[in-house]
Structure formats: structure tokens, C-alpha cells
């Protein structure tokens, strides 16, 4: 079975850091570029950050570029979002997803579906 699992999110102040995990299992992430998501209450999900399938291209969207940081660990079959400077817009549920993104476009992941998420929020 074809699964990406996301963890690491929390509750963290303004300006605080998180690290999100994107885990796959029943399939190698190697082939394949991966993209971080999030859906915030109320609007749609939306691409954050892609990182190509030899990591040597990632892409942000605007509101994140220079704050967040995308990585994969080949060994690990993981890609990490490092995610600094924390702001409350940042409060979301966090996707990750395989071959659904490529540079600046992001869609529907064509390689397995999307999983539950993990809960950032960014409060006081």
C-alpha cells in the first residue's frame, strides 16, 4: 500500500520553529518529486514547497521563501519541511505528496492519495 505519513506538527509560538516529516512506506520516494501542502480553516489546500527527485531543485511559494527549508534523506525515504520563523498565517493542516509538484506548479498528488495531515498551529 502506497502511503505517505506527515508528523511534527504542534503548537508553537510566533516566531518558533517546527519540523515536519514526510514518511513513505510501500513505496521509494527516490523517483519522485514531493511537495509540501497545507489547507488552512476555510480555504483551500495549497502548495508551499516542492523539491525535486535529486533534491537539487526546491521551490517556495512567496509566503514562505526564506523561512522554510524543504530537504529529503534518501537513507530515511523522508522529506522534511523545517519551517523558522513562525507567523500565525502559518496555522494550517500540513500535507505532504508524491509526484505533485514540478518547480512552481502543484497539483493533485499522481502517486498515491493525500494523507491525514498534521495539525501546524501558531498562537501565543
Known amino acids: 500500500q502506497l502511503q505517505l505519513v506527515e508528523s511534527g506538527g504542534g503548537l508553537v509560538q510566533p516566531g518558533g520553529s517546527l519540523r515536519l516529516s514526510c514518511a513513505a512506506s510501500g513505496f521509494t520516494l527516490d523517483r519522485y518529486a514531493v511537495g509540501w501542502f497545507r489547507q488552512a480553516p476555510g480555504k483551500e489546500r495549497v502548495g508551499v514547497s516542492c523539491?525535486?527527485?535529486?533534491?537539487?531543485?526546491?521551490n517556495y511559494a512567496d509566503s514562505v521563501k526564506g523561512r522554510f527549508t524543504i530537504s529529503r534523506d534518501y537513507a530515511k525515504n523522508t522529506v522534511y519541511l523545517q519551517m523558522n520563523s513562525l507567523k500565525s498565517e502559518d496555522t494550517a493542516v500540513y500535507y505532504c505528496?508524491?509526484?505533485?509538484?514540478?518547480?512552481?506548479?502543484?497539483?493533485?498528488?499522481?502517486?498515491?492519495?493525500w494523507g491525514q495531515g498534521t495539525q501546524v498551529t501558531v498562537s501565543p
Open positions: 505528496a508524491a509526484d505533485a509538484c514540478s518547480g512552481t506548479n502543484y497539483y493533485s498528488p499522481r502517486l498515491g492519495s
Open positions: 523539491i525535486s527527485s535529486s533534491g537539487g531543485r526546491t
